[in-house]
C-alpha cells in the first residue's frame, strides 16, 4: 500500500527557512515524479515544485529563487528546502507522486507570520 509522510511544517516569521520532507513507503519511488503542491485557504491547489526521475525540476515563479525541491532514491525521501519564507506562502504543503498512479501525502501546514 502506498503511503507518503510530509514532515517539517510548522510556524516561521517571514524571512525565516524551513525544510519539508516527504517520505514513501510501497511505490517504486525512483520512477515517479515527485511533486509539492500546495493549498491556502479559500485558493485553488497549486503546484509549487516538481522533480522527474532523473531530477530534473520545476518551479512555481512565484518560489523560483527561494526554494528547492530535491529527492534521494536511496532513500525513497524528497525534500522541500523554503528561503525567505513569505506571508503569502502559508499553506498546506502536498506530497506526491506520480508514475502508473498518483498518490498523495495527508499534508502539512506551513504557517509564516509576518
Known amino acids: 500500500q502506498a503511503q507518503l509522510v510530509e514532515s517539517g511544517g510548522g510556524l516561521v516569521q517571514a524571512g525565516g527557512s524551513l525544510r519539508l520532507s516527504c517520505t514513501a513507503s510501497g511505490i517504486i519511488f525512483s520512477v515517479n515524479i515527485m511533486a509539492w503542491y500546495r493549498q491556502a485557504p479559500g485558493k485553488q491547489r497549486e503546484l509549487v515544485a516538481r522533480?522527474?526521475?532523473?531530477?530534473?525540476?520545476n518551479y512555481a515563479d512565484s518560489v523560483k529563487g527561494r526554494f528547492t525541491i530535491s529527492r534521494d532514491n536511496a532513500k525513497n525521501t524528497m525534500w522541500l528546502q523554503m528561503n525567505s519564507l513569505k506571508p503569502e506562502d502559508t499553506a498546506v504543503y502536498y506530497c506526491?507522486?506520480?508514475?502508473?498512479?498518483?498518490?498523495w501525502g495527508q499534508g502539512i501546514q506551513v504557517t509564516v507570520s509576518s
Open positions: 522533480i522527474s526521475s532523473g531530477g530534473s525540476t
Open positions: 506526491t507522486a506520480r508514475w502508473s498512479n498518483s498518490y
